[in-house]
C-alpha cells in the first residue's frame, strides 16, 4: 500500500476485494479515521473507526455506484491509501 509516513507501514488490506456490501480492514495498525476517494481523489465519504471496529457496512458501501475506490487510513501519525472495487 501506498503510504505517506513510514510510522504507518505495516501489512493492511481489504477483505472481501471486491466489496459488495461490507468492507473489512486486516490491518496492525491502530487506525483512526477512513475516507473514501474517488479515482481522482473526490472525497466521497469520511468516518472514524470506533471500539476497534474495522469494518464499514452497507450504509456506507451500498451508497457507492460500481467502480474502482481508494480507501485513505489515518491512525493519526499518517495515512495510508488502499485500492478497492465496490461491485
Do not use: M
Not at 473489512?24 to 479515521?33: A, F, G, K, Q
Not at 469520511?46 to 452497507?58: I, V
Amino acid at each position: 500500500p501506498a503510504s505517506d509516513n513510514p510510522e504507518t507501514e505495516g501489512s493492511s488490506r481489504i477483505i472481501p476485494n471486491p466489496v459488495k456490501d461490507q468492507l473489512c480492514i486486516h490491518t496492525d495498525l491502530s487506525l483512526v479515521n477512513w475516507e473514501i476517494l474517488d479515482l481522482s481523489g473526490r472525497s466521497l465519504s469520511r468516518g472514524k473507526f470506533t471500539s476497534g471496529n474495522t469494518c464499514l457496512g452497507s450504509e456506507v458501501i451500498g451508497l457507492l455506484a460500481p467502480g474502482s475506490y481508494w480507501l485513505q487510513l489515518n491512525n493519526g501519525k499518517g495515512s495510508i491509501h488502499l485500492a478497492f472495487t465496490r461491485s
